[in-house]
């Protein structure tokens, strides 16, 4: 017990015991799950083991039918809303990039900014020295400080994804999210993307859900394994490769 | 030929309620028990009395050869009526009626028509028949003529409403005792609608000596309806209470009712009880008549909007233009009634059946053109697909009025969609019937299409995964095509049906386009049973709200409950959960 | 900070549009008053009137493209926010007929009369006051846009479902209106309006007024939109058309931001149809029929969504459009409009206006692309620099 109510305190986000269902479907099976705080973890599962309806749930898309979220073991996430979770400093990022395609991408960061986001506060808003500053420097850590008064619609798939993140930066988040990060990404971005998610995790918890085995390795953290809707193993990379569940279920032999 | 509806169909409803009520009083009078025809013209209440009189007086002539009761003349008691107020009528023609003479119903009908006179210069009651300038008088007994007379050389004997129901009843005990089966029926049923002590003899007398079964019964409940208003005994009138309470129906009602206030006070108790029965069972028949006016007026719900079911259930299109697709169906059946008309007039009641091919084709073939030409650019862009299908809708309703003119066009009912019949205490119109039957074969074949047939196959196939159907070698345009076409032929063939209940005019399609829409949401988009219960609760429950609230206020107050609706289940009755799909 | 944010509004094509409708606004009713009739720069008052009209209908567009253009809400019922504003004003009118009624009734409307009413409605108490009145074009309309979009909003009713109940609320409005005890007139509706504020409605000076009137405050509502189109919120909005739960997961209540675009853009409707009702004469349910919706999403697509100007252009072209083929030939003038909404889906999704920026604006990224394309070959060695440490 008592180790459970520690794990509990120390945790950045929890969730025990977590189920949904849709239509019959079990989509979530008493799913437990810990992040600590300045983790950096990675989330490995065939398709339909329930990774992105577990970022649903998280992020207040979904709603579980048991079970319990905790967001630094105070916060009941299950009562909260998208908007709420993500000015509680939650970020996430798609699957498929979701930017503002017709902004350009100096506006996108300019509206992720962790500011007053209230109807008359954004009516009103100017902007100041230091949030300019803020986004100058974003703009440097994802690489596109030349493209900044472009189209977000023009830049290429894998930049599309990095300004993502960018937002998510804006966002000032204590965890992030991020979904398949370098899915259509060449070699070469997938190793600049690497390095990025491991500079954000410095300061921030993240937890990348990929397929990737490479790019997790790259990342070298933590694995959990998820399979219908649980979760099947967790450990490091080799750990985690090695089991034969996983190997069942996921990697194939 | 049936009443015809206003563009506000749910407005009709109670118009139409009203008329069947009518009609049914007019049946029970006709003595028709089932499948009479019916003509609006015939309504109102002395057009009634006249053909019963008439009908009875030519079984008299045929069964009364020999007066058969009591035998006092009643020569001198019709000529009485000459000199007589209305209460001393009143009682002549109890006099008249017991003196059971068949010959003295001629002279009877004269009298409730106003038809019967007395000449000044020797106060003898004549029937008058215009004639001329003048009238030709007629012996009331025998029929004779007894000459002309100058108008001013007779006087009218007046009727009022009192009497006409005395003389009613006079006649209904003159007939009971006719040797034909149907003629005693019918004056028992006379009996029953108005009965008076006077007749209660003539009336015991008859049920002493009937052995038809069905007679029997109904000259049981005469009985019973006549011994309530006479002086009989207390239990006696218990008895009738308990039968006329069995009888049940308005008529019933209406006779517990008028006798309330003359009851023994020892009676008052069981006549209560029996009106408060009577009344709970109306009250059931008319919760039976409003579910069914629901589910009619769901059913036609149900057909406008079925084909959207498809084209926005299915494929997700908003078309705007299914309201013309229906009118343009209702206009193929007025074009094929019209060349029928004009060149096979025996085939008449052919010509639905042979409208809905006719329709299906074109509605079918137009709306091939408009995905072919329109929709299939604006795949993805819903609210482009809307604002390109409103565009479409206005076109072909301007081509429609261009060709056949803004007016309404007449569509004729085939004999089998017009007339009714009674189930229980409530009346069924053929064409509602039919209509309901009708949709409902729409919805099963079309079900059956989609589950079974390769071409639902590959429909549900490119709905779910155009890209693997694709691959399949499935030819995704033209499955597009060819479903946007069925949605179409069927709102097409819903005109055919629509065409028999509303008014046909380029701006039919206009007032079902956001009840259509309205049923396919509150259903569940995607689910063809989601229609069909949207459709009949929204039907039946407009039907429930409009006696309280009236039909605008009622359309009002449902269309608020669907957006409410909306709101509470965004997708719908039936929609299907999924995980969340993304962005 | 307020100033910021009308400041932010007066950029180039704006200060022009608004600067024409100023002028307008002096100008047609200076050549309708002070010029003799025979000259040839006259306008008649019926022409005066007619673009009054039209002008009512260019902010009644630009309301609509608020919400749709900017905001992704395709409302099929912003007729109805126009008919709204436009009782509320025609309410104002009839209590100013007084007793000049047929029946003379001091304070009942001749309809109320006609029915045997014996006093007035409780609801119809105070729009005798013209303060009053006017506060109601802008809060009756926005309190049904309030509570509408309240429940719409916050359920997340989206895309068609939602263009699909705002038509059935039109539509339900439509209903009602007819009805003769809801207490506005049924059927007729409200007319024979006599004066406003003391000026018969009918004089030329009054008609002239009442257009600048109508320029101005289609100045000052585009000047409004602006300045939320270009402040933080406007970019939001946009945000919130073209990638709704990016928005959400931003941390942005979108409910709020929707119903406060909604209700703003009611408002300008209400002012559209109060503007409208006195240069017409009559306000009738009619304006509710969800045909009439319809109608002003076609000029709003037309001149081009999501731009400012578009919508005025496109109500006016297309309202000149109307008058003429229903006065020249009637038959041709719904296939015209049908042929419209087609032509512009299918070939001019943007619309006039949107069109001609984006050829401006490609051709402004074709030269950005090529310097971006020198500028890349210098910027790269700084990023792997970056990447390195």
């Known amino acids: 017990m008592n180790t459970i109510s520690e794990t509990r305190q120390k945790s950045l986000l929890y969730l025990e015991n977590v189920s949904v269902s849709f239509d019959g479907f079990k989509a979530l099976n008493s799913l437990s799950f810990v992040v600590e705080p ?10 339909g083991a329930g990774k992105t309806t577990m ?109 993502e993140i960018g937002m998510l930066l804006a966002q000032e988040p204590k965890l992030l999210l991020v979904d398949e990060p370098v899915a259509g990404m060449t070699d070469a971005e997938t190793a600049e993307t690497a390095e990025l998610l491991k500079e954000i995790a410095k300061t921030r918890s993240v937890v990348v859900v990929e397929h990737d085995m490479g790019f997790i390795r790259e990342l070298g953290v933590k694995v959990t394994c998820l399979a219908e809707g649980s979760v099947l193993a967790e450990g490091s990379i080799d750990f985690v490769s090695n089991d034969p569940k996983v190997i069942e279920n996921y990697l194939g032999r | 030929m049936g009443p015809r509806s206003d563009p506000l169909p749910a407005l009709n409803e109670v118009g139409e309620r009203e008329l069947r009520r009518r009609r049914q009083s007019f049946f029970r009078s006709q003595g028709f028990r089932r499948g009479g025809t019916f003509r609006p013209a015939d309504r109102g209440e002395i057009m009634t009395l006249k053909s019963l009189l008439q009908a009875f007086l030519a079984c008299l002539i045929l069964s009364f050869a020999a007066p058969s009761f009591a035998q006092s003349d009643p020569k001198p008691l019709i000529d009485a009526l000459a000199k007589a107020d209305f209460n001393e009528a009143e009682k002549l023609l109890g006099q008249i009626a017991a003196s059971g003479d068949a010959r003295v119903v001629p002279a009877l009908n004269a009298f409730a028509e106003g038809d019967l006179y007395f000449r000044k210069s020797d106060n003898l009651v004549f029937i008058a028949k215009t004639a001329g300038s003048g009238f030709e008088l007629i012996d009331p007994l025998t029929g004779a003529s007894a000459g002309q007379a100058a108008k001013n050389a007779v006087t009218k004997i007046k009727v009022n409403n009192n009497l006409r129901r005395v003389i009613r009843s006079a006649m209904g005990g003159l007939t009971l005792l006719s040797a034909d089966r149907a003629v005693r029926l019918q004056a028992a ?77 020892g009676l008052k108790g069981d006549l209560d009880a029996a009106i408060a029965a009577i009344e709970s069972e109306q009250q059931l028949w008319d919760m039976a008549q409003n579910v069914w006016y629901g589910l009619s007026l769901g059913s036609v719900l149900l057909l406008a909007a079925i084909g959207l079911a498809i084209t926005f259930g299915v494929m997700g299109i908003i078309n705007m233009a299914h309201g013309e697709m229906v009118m343009l169906g209702a206009y193929s059946t007025f074009v094929v009634q019209d060349v029928i008309r004009d060149n096979a007039p025996n085939l008449f009641d052919w010509s639905l059946a042979i409208a809905l091919p006719v329709a299906f084709l074109v509605t079918g073939a137009v709306g091939l053109v408009i995905e072919r030409g329109v929709i299939r650019f604006l795949y993805g862009r819903p609210l482009e697909t809307l604002l390109a299908t409103w565009g479409v809708s206005l076109i072909l309703q301007q081509t429609i009025r ?95 049906a629509l065409s028999q209940i509303d008014n046909v005019s380029p701006n039919l399609g206009q ?38 609230v009236g039909a605008v206020l009622g359309k009002i107050l449902v269309l608020v409950l669907i957006i409410l609706f909306i709101q509470k289940r965004p997708r719908g009755l039936f929609a299907l959960k999924g995980r969340a799909v993304e962005a | 900070m307020i100033s910021g944010f009308v400041f932010r509004a007066l950029e180039g094509k704006i200060v022009v549009a608004i600067a024409i409708l100023l002028v307008i606004a002096i100008l047609v009713p200076a050549l309708n008053l002070l010029t003799p009739p025979d000259s040839a720069l006259h306008i008649p008052t019926y022409a005066v009137s007619l673009f009054g009209k039209y002008l009512c209908y260019a902010l009644l567009a630009l309301a609509l493209d608020l919400v749709w253009g900017y905001c992704g809400i395709l409302s099929l019922g912003h007729g109805a926010f126009f008919a709204l504003g436009g009782y509320a004003m025609g309410m104002y009118l009839m209590r100013q007929i007084g007793s000049r009624g047929v029946y003379g009734n001091p304070v009942l409307p001749d309809f109320m009369v006609f029915l045997n009413w014996k006093e007035l409605p409780w609801f119809w108490h105070g729009f005798d006051w013209f303060v009053f009145a006017m506060a109601m074009v802008l809060v009756v309309p926005g309190l049904l846009a309030f509570i509408f979009g309240w429940f719409a909003f916050r359920s997340r009713v989206n895309g068609v479902y939602l263009s699909i ?34 000026f018969p409605v009918q004089a030329d000076g009054t008609r002239a007024v009442l257009f600048a009137m109508s320029a101005i405050m289609l100045a000052f509502c585009l000047l409004i939109a602006s300045a939320i189109v270009r ?43 109060a503007l409208f009702v006195p240069q017409v004469g009559i306000i009738n349910p009619g304006e509710f029929a969800p045909a009439n919706s319809i109608e002003v999403v076609v000029w709003t697509a037309v001149g081009g969504r999501g731009t400012l100007i578009g919508p005025i252009i496109g109500a006016v072209l297309v309202n000149a459009g109307k008058s003429f083929f229903t006065g020249a030939f009637p038959e041709i003038w719904l296939y015209a409009l049908g042929g419209l909404f087609i032509a512009v889906t299918l070939f001019l999704p943007k619309g006039i206006v949107g069109t001609v920026q984006h050829g401006l604006k490609a051709r402004k990224a074709m030269k950005a692309a090529v310097e971006a394309e020198k500028g890349r070959d210098e910027a790269a060695p700084v990023a792997q620099a970056q990447a390195a440490e």
């Not at chain 3, 919130?240 to 909604?262: M, Q, W, Y």
């Open chain 1, 38 to 47: 300045g983790e950096l973890r990675a989330i490995i599962g065939p398709n």
């Open chain 1, 55 to 163: 970022m649903d749930i998280i992020t207040g898309k979904t709603r579980p039918d048991t079970g319990t979220v905790l967001f630094e073991d105070a916060i009941d996430l299950t009562k909260k809303d998208e908007a709420d979770i993500a000015q509680l400093g939650i970020g996430r990022k798609f699957q498929k990039p979701t930017v503002f395609e017709s902004h350009t991408i100096w506006d996108n960061l300019e509206l992720a900014l962790n500011r007053d986001r209230s109807v008359f506060a954004t009516l009103f808003y100017t902007l100041s020295p230091e949030d300019e500053a803020r986004i100058e420097e974003i703009l440097s850590t994802i690489r596109l400080s030349h493209r900044k008064d472009e189209l977000a619609a023009n830049l290429s798939h894998g930049q599309k994804q990095w300004l």
């Open chain 2, 189 to 265: 049923d006379a009996v029953l609608r108005s009965p008076s002590p006077e007749n209660l003899d003539l009336v015991e007398a008859a049920l002493a000596k009937e052995t038809d079964k069905e007679v029997k019964a109904r000259m049981e409940e005469a009985r019973a309806v006549s011994v309530l208003s006479s002086d009989r005994s207390i239990d006696e009138k218990r008895g009738a209470i308990e039968t006329i309470k069995n009888l049940g129906g308005r008529n019933s009602l209406g006779i517990l009712n008028s006798v309330s206030g003359s009851i023994d006070a």
């Open chain 2, 402 to 496: 261009s060709i056949f003119g803004p007016t309404n066009q007449e569509v004729g009912n085939p004999s089998w969609m017009s007339g009714s019949f009674p189930v229980g205490g409530m009346t069924i119109t053929w064409n509602r019937m039919w209509i309901i039957l009708f949709s409902m074969s729409i919805f099963v074949a079309l079900l059956v299409l989609l589950k079974k047939s390769a071409f639902g196959l590959n429909m549900r196939a490119v709905t779910q995964n155009r890209r693997m159907a694709s691959s399949m070698g499935i030819k995704t345009p033209w499955v597009d095509a060819f479903t946007f076409a069925l949605g179409s032929g069927i709102a097409g063939i819903a005109g055919v």
């Open chain 2, 511 to 548: 007032s079902y386009i956001i009840d259509s829409f309205m049923v396919v949401v509150f259903g569940g988009v995607g689910n063809l049973w989601g229609t069909l219960v949207g459709a009949l609760s929204l039907g039946v429950l407009n039907k429930f709200l409009e006696p309280s």
């Open chain 3, 165 to 198: 109940i705002t038509q059935a609320m039109t539509y339900a409005l439509l209903l009602a209106f007819f009805r003769n005890d809801m207490g506005f007139g049924g059927n007729n509706g409200l007319t024979d309006f006599k004066d406003i504020l003391g």
């Open chain 3, 231 to 273: 402040s933080k919120f406007g970019k939001v909005l946009v945000g919130v058309r073209d990638a709704e739960s990016r928005v959400r997961f931003l941390g942005f209540r979108v409910e709020n931001i929707k119903l406060f675009t909604f209700v703003v853009s009611a408002m300008m409707a209400g002012i559209a149809g």
